[in-house]
């Protein structure tokens, strides 16, 4: 990524499906990082004031090696505040993944702003994270206009929702063309129980393909439990935050995502050579 791109802070990128400096010849083979900087926000409010800057973090990452940056503004603004996401619009030089619960204030935000993306998210106040995926079948009626309110907009909208074909078949049928898949069962399950959650991610991707849905997934992912995720070809996206930012404390922020970023490339790498072997 040029230098003279990074400088136009107010020029809103088009979407990036690999940075420029690796040279993939598909998207297949390159997986992209999203990095949610929700918990710098966090650890800020918690003491109320200006530091550490959510906004810093989220720069530091596409220097680290993120390919976009989540932010989740939720209705209690917990963490992440309206003006960190005017500021995140304005600054960043990567794609922008708004998450967002399915509410009309949420939705007019999304519109007056104009993300890359916005994920609708399943949000109860009383949770401490999101707590597994949307139902999206369930609500159909419900989900619909929100989703064509912003896919009119120009906005890439998704949908984080379990590792269910059900659920991605409802996905596709609101209008969704990118699911998230919810990681957050495989990464807290026992050693014994963690193959099968892994096996249901794997069916779910491959039907998302056969669909034609776009698929990423995050949710807990950490250094122990992403490799097997990323080798999986058709996931092209993970979403990964409060690990990152938790190891930022004993190794710093660059050196958290960096090593992230090797582990996914190094597996993704290994993957498709043993495909096309």
Not at 127 to 136: A, N, P, S, Y
Request: charged share 25%.
């Amino acid at each position: 990524m040029s230098g003279d791109r990074r400088a136009a802070i107010h020029v809103r990128p088009e979407p990036v499906h690999a940075r420029p400096e690796r040279e993939e010849p598909s998207m297949k083979q390159y997986l992209r990082l999203g990095v949610n900087i929700d918990h710098v926000a966090t650890i800020r409010n918690a003491r109320g004031g200006v530091h550490p800057d959510p906004v810093r973090a989220a720069t530091q990452a596409v220097k680290a090696g993120a390919d976009g940056i989540t932010a989740h503004l939720r209705e209690d603004r917990r963490h992440i505040s309206d003006g960190d996401i005017e500021r995140l619009t304005d600054q960043l030089t990567v794609p922008l993944n708004f998450e967002m619960a399915a509410t009309d204030e949420m939705l007019e935000i999304a519109l007056r702003h104009k993300p890359h993306a916005a994920c609708i998210v399943p949000e109860k106040r009383e949770e401490q994270t999101t707590e597994g995926g949307l139902d999206v079948a369930a609500g159909h009626d419900v989900l619909a206009p929100y989703v064509g309110r912003l896919v009119d907009a120009g906005i890439r909208v998704s949908m984080f929702i379990e590792a269910d074909p059900a659920q991605l078949d409802a996905a596709r049928a609101v209008g969704a063309p990118v699911v998230e898949l919810h990681t957050g069962a495989y990464c807290d399950a026992r050693d014994a129980d963690r193959p099968a959650e892994l096996v249901r991610i794997v069916k779910a991707a491959a039907h998302a393909e056969d669909i034609g849905l776009e698929c990423h997934a995050g949710h807990g992912l950490t250094f122990d439990t992403v490799s097997p995720v990323a080798a999986i070809p058709t996931i092209v996206e993970l979403n990964i935050g409060h690990f990152l930012i938790g190891e930022a404390i004993f190794g710093g922020l660059e050196s958290s995502i960096k090593r992230m970023r090797a582990l996914m490339d190094r597996v993704r790498a290994d993957a498709v050579g043993k495909r096309s072997a």
